[in-house]
């Protein structure tokens, strides 16, 4: 999606060209799932498909939204209204940042916006964070609010944990606003401090797919925050702050303490090896080593499928199928319950790779899965 092109639109539905057009990609996270909302680790990377907004300020307390992928009526709000919960569609997202940034004491007094996304929805790739960062940026900056890096995505994760009323943690957005291109990023959501590692793939001969099964998943729903529920009853438990407390040659005495809490043993266990796995991950990458991650991915997969429960028949399928075609590693990413997996394979094996996840779907009778490579790419930014 070109600015000018998300420019000249911006121009046809509100008479004028905008002040400024930005960018906010969407992610993959490479390892450390359902770390985030524990104080732990996470390594997301930022994707080529990003959302793209055209923005002009307002004076006269008033928000008008409008959609290239959505299309239909701009949608006019006023902000003294914007108010959490109800029911939502798109709109919560741009509007949960400016209530947001207007909650958190900053003087915004409306914006005229038109926005194109490529991040598919749905598919674990964090659309909507990308929605979010994009306005958070564009009004940052045309507002002089003197926001950065975390400090934007955490108001954006405000927006969606308030505003939208889904209970994530700050990786999303701070993926969205922080990451570098070539570069994965490894995060501390404890601190939010933040080191780029580089990721070049292409270099070492290796190729990263992301496969979209098409299955669509919602975070708003219940299993997320049950999930999340029962990693906070664990640190309760365990009598830390958070899971992240718990060191992993700490776990098996952690686990012993834990008892017949079999479902809160399976979290936690998730959840600490998850954060090693992270830390093994980023050793060897610095040991210039990639091919070597390929089987601690696929160990994070059998996690989140037998401990933490969150995959799906579709993610299992393309992890089988890829690991059996002889991927280096395989795993679902992102929140789970659908969505993308991760495929980490040598480039000359990448087309019967995709070929036979491909064949396995439709012998399945399954809807055809989107698979397509994943460059770690520019996080957000102003374009024009
Ligand atoms: C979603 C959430 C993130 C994170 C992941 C799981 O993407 O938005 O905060 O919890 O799930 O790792």
């Known amino acids: ?44 990377f930022a994707l080529p498909h990003q959302a793209v907004a ?7 307390g008033v928000l008008r939204l409008h959609s290239a992928d959505i299309g239909g009526d701009i949608t006019e709000l006023r902000l003294d209204d914007l108010a959490p919960g109800g029911d939502h569609d798109w709109t919560a997202y741009p509007a949960g940042v400016v209530w947001a940034l207007r909650e958190a004491g900053h003087e915004i007094t409306g914006a005229d916006v038109h926005l194109a996304s490529t991040v598919p929805t749905g598919a674990g790739l964090s659309s909507s964070a990308a929605l979010e960062v994009v306005i958070a940026l564009a009004l940052n ?21 308030v505003y939208v009323g889904a209970p994530t943690g700050i990786m999303d957005q701070t993926a969205s606003a922080c990451c570098e291109a070539g570069h994965a990023l490894f995060l501390d959501t404890r601190d939010l401090s933040q080191r780029q590692i580089p990721f070049d793939l292409a270099a070492a001969g290796l190729r990263l797919l992301v496969v979209d099964t098409q299955v669509k998943h919602a975070h ?28 992993y040659d700490g776990l098996d005495a952690a686990l012993a303490r834990l008892g017949d ?99 396995a779907f439709a012998a399945a009778g399954l809807t055809a899965p989107r698979v397509f490579e994943a460059v770690p790419s520019a996080g957000a930014r102003r374009l024009v």
């Open 261 to 359: 809490e079999e479902e809160v043993v399976r979290l936690v266990r998730h959840v600490v090896t998850e954060n090693e796995r992270v830390e093994r991950t980023v050793a060897l990458l610095r040991a210039g080593d990639p091919r070597a991650i390929g089987p601690v991915l696929t160990e994070g997969h059998a996690s989140l499928r037998d401990d933490f429960r969150i995959s799906c028949p579709e993610l299992d399928l393309v992890v089988d199928t890829a690991l059996a075609g002889g991927a280096l590693g395989a795993r679902m990413t992102g929140g789970g319950f659908g969505g993308s997996a991760i495929v980490l394979a040598e480039a000359a094996d990448v087309e019967t790779l995709t070929k036979s996840v491909e064949a």
């Open 54 to 60: 055209a923005v002009s300020r307002r004076t006269d």
């Open 1 to 44: 999606m070109g600015a000018q092109q998300v420019a000249d639109r911006f121009a046809e539905l509100y008479g004028a060209g905008p002040e400024g057009v930005w960018a906010a990609p969407g992610r993959v996270n490479l390892i450390g799932e359902h770390t985030d909302y524990n104080d732990g680790f996470v390594m997301p």
């Open 141 to 161: 900056d045309l507002y002089g609010l003197g926001l950065k890096g975390w400090r934007l995505a955490r108001l954006c994760q405000r927006a969606e944990n």
């Open 220 to 247: 708003s729903g219940g299993e997320y925050g049950k999930r999340r529920a029962g990693c906070e009853k664990g640190a309760a438990l365990l009598g830390v702050d958070a899971l992240r407390d718990i060191p």
